[in-house]
């Protein structure tokens, strides 16, 4: 096998290249690699200095993932930087692209960085619920402070170029066209300065202030994960003990990390992530159709929500809706959002300006025949949906991908009201649609595959995770909800409460329980909207105008800054229906809460993979991470299930007489 490294020689300076597409990952082949042209390098009497550079769209992004959990082959990456590091010749570091973890660590090795400056740095192993395992926690303070080797390793966001030459860790930027041959002209300015200058025989002087700011500061984002402190306590040793020291114990820390589970669950949605994009049964080759103009229907907050998604990715909207009044209402809210993401410093006033220039409000139906892909956002009403894909039928060009924002209902019947249902899907985007990650693409039993895979394709370019689903009710997230929300309701009858149940679900590490769930969507959300009717709990809340945050109440009573106090009006209409019910109340386990809210869902997931519904298990991970905040750290409700073990699981759903589904009971879930 060929080396993915090799060197040219320009005059007395090596330049050493890795060609490992497509992210120049750190793998074995690699590390030997270099290690073998920096030892020539240092070997050959006629070179004085080296440039370390890579091919491809990027310098280094990191060690190699999937070689994570097998033996390490040598030289370990910590091996290879501190020889690096070693290296009796200078030795810069020449970066495009991401620099990133392990690729970071080589970079912060090196004597010198110069950098193009659109390149970024950082150390984002905290995402994979690790830390820089390769001297990364004991160089970047020596370099760049006590406060910026917190910031970049325990919170992992890569910083770009400039702010990497104010913090010392680039020492120039070069022209974008031109690195290799500006990293060429910096060596041979440096090559004779001595002493090389070394990271790891700096000194940091310890900052407390710092560390216990950035500790408060953080603290509700780092809730629950493991590796944001496993990073701080890293950077605080490097002020307290030589490097040698320092990275002895940063490599035991990364051991306990590896070894976790959280680190192997966050592992698993990076891969699941990029799996998700990939739809098993159409060639990745398959020609698009091309997308320059989008249609949405409905100008309310999910249709605005959806339309921002292609204004910020630069393609031209139409938005229709049926009066004037709402039409206004939903582009000035879109200009506002747009405005209040530039008051806080996150856009340009001019790429406001271009994005509401992209947007073309009307009340002319007919403007959508000049979109390649139309968007329906009006309420869940199956007779609305299907009058308004008739009338796209007879308006739009051939080839017009229609699409429905529908969250539960039947994509199929709606693609029949049409005569080409081959280029109908769904598109359910979650809300608030320009915010949330995930996007399920529902693929109906005739559309057909080039409309699956533009809108795979498209999903990527607006920044969105998207997961294929069938068809079936609730498609893969809600579907899921619906056990949950059926359980907790169970739960009341019998003794819980909303407080209980939703503490038990935030001590898992969601964002919110159920009943605070339903409190921001509203209680009416679904609501027969007859307040003589009232069959249960939600509707006894929704007669009464406890519709939740938006009416100060629902499941709990809210005062003027939306925080919430348990509600003994609520405590009432609960011990109301108990009563009329004539259920036994008794206490209820915060372990009976989880066996029966969450593992419901993972039996309701292996359903849904049994019915082919999903692609595969790791799907409906990245859906309920994506879709509905499940804690990043426990991989998913399929991945947490293998963790817990399926046998528990099962064990569970059997004690409290669960059907429980066939691949679950085998452990035959892929
Ligand atoms: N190891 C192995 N494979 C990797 C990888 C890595 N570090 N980084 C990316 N890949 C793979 C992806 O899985 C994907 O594979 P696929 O095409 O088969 O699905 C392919 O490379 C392309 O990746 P993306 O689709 O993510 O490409 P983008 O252009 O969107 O993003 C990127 C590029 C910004 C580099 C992004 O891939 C990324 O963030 N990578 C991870 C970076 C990272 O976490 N590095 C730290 C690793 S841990 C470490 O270094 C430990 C050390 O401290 C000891």
């Known amino acids: 096998m060929t080396s993915p490294i090799r060197t040219e020689r320009h005059g007395d300076v090596l330049v050493i290249i890795s060609d490992n597409p497509p992210v120049n990952a750190l793998g074995a082949a690699v590390r030997q690699g270099l290690e073998a042209a920096v030892k020539d390098g240092v070997q050959d009497a006629s070179i004085e200095a080296m440039v370390i550079r890579c091919d491809g769209r990027t310098f280094f992004a990191g060690a190699d993932i999937t070689e994570f959990g097998k033996p390490m082959q040598e030289p370990g990456l910590p091996t290879l930087v501190d020889m690096i590091e070693a290296s009796s010749k200078p030795i810069v570091a020449a970066i495009h692209g991401t620099a990133l973890g392990g690729g970071c660590e080589v970079a912060l090795a090196c004597h010198y960085r110069v950098a193009v400056a659109s390149a970024k740095l950082g150390t984002p192993e905290v995402k994979l619920g690790l830390l820089p395992g390769a001297g990364g926690t004991q160089r970047l303070p020596r370099i760049a402070g006590v406060r910026m ?3 970049m390793t325990a919170k992992g966001d890569p910083i770009p170029a400039k702010k990497a030459v104010e913090a010392g860790l680039i020492d120039k930027i070069v022209g974008e066209d031109s690195l290799e041959a500006d990293a060429i002209a910096f060596a041979g300015e440096i090559k004779a300065k001595r002493p090389i200058p070394r990271a790891s025989e700096r000194e ?9 700011a950035f500790k408060k500061e953080n603290g509700r984002r780092f809730r629950g994960f493991e590796a944001p402190a496993a990073n701080i306590a890293c950077v605080v040793k490097a002020t307290e003990v030589p490097y040698t020291e320092g990275v002895q114990f940063e490599r035991q820390e990364f051991m306990k990390l590896m070894m976790g589970t959280q680190s192997a669950a966050q592992r698993h949605i990076f891969f699941a992530e990029r799996q998700a994009a990939k739809i098993d049964d159409v060639p990745a080759d398959i020609q698009l159709r091309p997308i320059k103009r989008v249609g949405v229907i409905g100008a309310g907050t999910m249709g605005g929500g959806i339309s921002m998604n292609f204004l910020s990715a630069g393609i031209p909207v139409t938005i229709v809706e049926m009066a004037q009044e709402a039409l206004d209402r939903g582009a000035g809210t879109i200009r506002k959002n747009y405005e209040a993401t530039a008051a806080k410093g996150r856009m340009k006033p001019e790429q406001v300006e271009a994005a ?9 139906f007919d403007a959508l025949a000049e979109c390649d892909l139309i968007i329906e956002a009006v309420y869940e009403s199956m007779e609305v949906k299907k009058e308004i894909f008739t009338r796209l039928d007879a308006i739009c060009k051939p080839g017009a991908i229609l699409a429905s924002n529908t969250s539960y209902l039947d994509i199929d019947e709606i693609a029949a009201s049409t005569k080409r249902p081959q280029d109908v899907v769904g598109m359910h985007f979650f809300s608030p649609a320009n915010v949330m990650k995930l996007l399920e693409v529902v693929r109906g039993a005739k559309t057909a595959p080039d409309v699956l895979a533009t809108v795979m394709d498209l999903a990527k370019k607006i920044k969105k995770v998207a997961v294929v689903a069938g068809v079936t009710y609730g498609f893969i997230g809600n579907r899921m909800l619906m056990p949950r929300q059926v359980e907790a309701n169970k739960l009341l009858m019998e003794g819980a ?10 001590a898992f590490g969601m964002p919110m329980g159920p009943f605070q769930m339903s409190d921001l969507a509203g209680v009416d959300i679904g609501w027969h909207r007859d307040p003589t009717r009232i069959e249960n709990i939600r509707d006894a809340l929704a007669a009464e105008g406890r519709w939740g945050q938006k009416k100060q109440a629902g499941f709990y009573d809210y005062d003027e800054k939306r925080q919430p106090t348990p509600s003994p009006r609520v405590a009432e209409i609960i011990e109301d229906f108990r009563k009329k019910s004539g259920s036994t109340v008794r206490e209820i386990s915060d372990e009976e809460i989880v066996e029966r809210t969450l593992y419901p869902m ?6 849904i993979l049994e019915e082919g519904k999903a692609q595969r298990a790791s799907d409906v991970d990245v859906v309920w991470i994506y879709g509905y905040g499940w804690p990043v750290y426990r991989g998913g409700p399929m991945f947490w299930a293998k963790t817990e073990g399926y046998e528990k699981v099962v064990a569970g759903l059997d004690k409290h007489g669960f ?12």
């Open 149 to 151: 080797a917190l910031e």
């Open 659 to 670: 059907k429980v589904a066939q691949s679950l009971r085998n452990g035959a879930i892929k």
């Open 497 to 506: 409460t909303p407080e209980q149940i939703d503490r038990v679900h935030v």
């Open 204 to 212: 940091v002087q310890p900052d407390p202030e710092a560390v216990e």
């Open 602 to 607: 993972v039996n309701e997931g292996a359903l």
């Open 356 to 364: 509401m220039g992209a947007l073309t409000p009307t009340l002319d």
